[in-house]
């Protein structure tokens, strides 16, 4: 992980914006950044900071992990540092252990779905929040294949009811990524097709 600090810590001295971290170890050849690893980096950007408050201001976890984000939440107040999950399978565990929130694709597909299990939580309503939230994630496992599966699922349901014309041209999937194939467009229709519902109810 020498590497990966070493890199964060360059990345930090000379950006002129805050850094946000991603860990999304499937794009990354299986490289999985530990809570304990983020901490380091954080910290030791601090140090080397001529104001002593690190440019690293938080950090998105694809890796789908509520204990890196329980570990994070009780490390750092949520004003020195951001805990976000990168899926929308975990947004409701996620915020139950500290996290400000998610950011993933399926929000593209599902945005008022989405936006609603985080305004039902935040009112304490955890129940709805729940079974919401149980539903959204079985609406998602079809993107889980892949940039494909989502851009055809907005090109369906989200570009639409946004007035954009001709979607599924304007979303086809550009090299080096292939199309959808047939079983998994089929599966985008038949998961996601209750949950068109629901969000067009909201």
């Given amino acids: 992980m020498k590497a990966v600090k070493r890199f964060f810590a360059d990345v930090a001295k000379?950006?002129?914006?805050?850094?946000?971290?991603?860990?999304?170890?499937?794009?990354?050849?299986g490289v999985d950044i530990d809570s304990e690893i983020v901490t380091q980096i954080v910290r030791e950007s601090a140090a080397a900071s001529a104001t002593g408050v690190s440019n690293i201001v938080g950090v998105k976890l694809t890796c789908g992990s509520v204990g890196k984000i329980t570990r994070l939440a009780a490390t750092f107040a949520p004003s020195e540092f951001a805990i976000f999950g990168g899926q929308s399978?975990?947004?409701?565990?996620?915020?139950?252990?500290?996290?400000?929130?998610?950011?993933?694709?399926?929000?593209?597909v599902f945005p008022k779905t989405t936006s609603k299990i985080y305004e039902l939580f935040m009112a304490g309503?955890?129940?709805?929040?729940?079974?919401?939230?149980?539903?959204?994630?079985?609406?998602?496992?079809?993107?889980?294949?892949g940039i494909a599966s989502t851009k055809y699922a907005v090109a369906?349901?989200?570009?639409?009811?946004?007035?954009?014309?001709n979607a599924l041209e304007k979303l086809r999937t550009r090299?080096?990524?292939?199309?959808?194939?047939?079983?998994?467009r089929k599966s985008v229709r038949d998961l996601m097709g209750a949950m068109a519902s629901v969000?067009?109810?909201l």
Wanted: charged content about 15%.
């Fill in 199 to 201: 969000e067009n109810a």
């Fill in 156 to 165: 369906l349901f989200s570009a639409p009811a946004a007035g954009v014309e």
């Fill in 14 to 29: 000379k950006a002129p914006l805050p850094v946000l971290i991603y860990n999304f170890p499937g794009v990354t050849n």
């Fill in 125 to 145: 309503r955890l129940a709805e929040a729940m079974d919401l939230q149980r539903s959204s994630a079985l609406a998602e496992s079809p993107c889980k294949s």
């Fill in 175 to 184: 090299t080096p990524y292939e199309e959808a194939g047939d079983a998994v």
């Fill in 89 to 108: 399978d975990f947004l409701v565990a996620g915020l139950t252990v500290g996290s400000a929130g998610c950011i993933y694709a399926f929000a593209n």
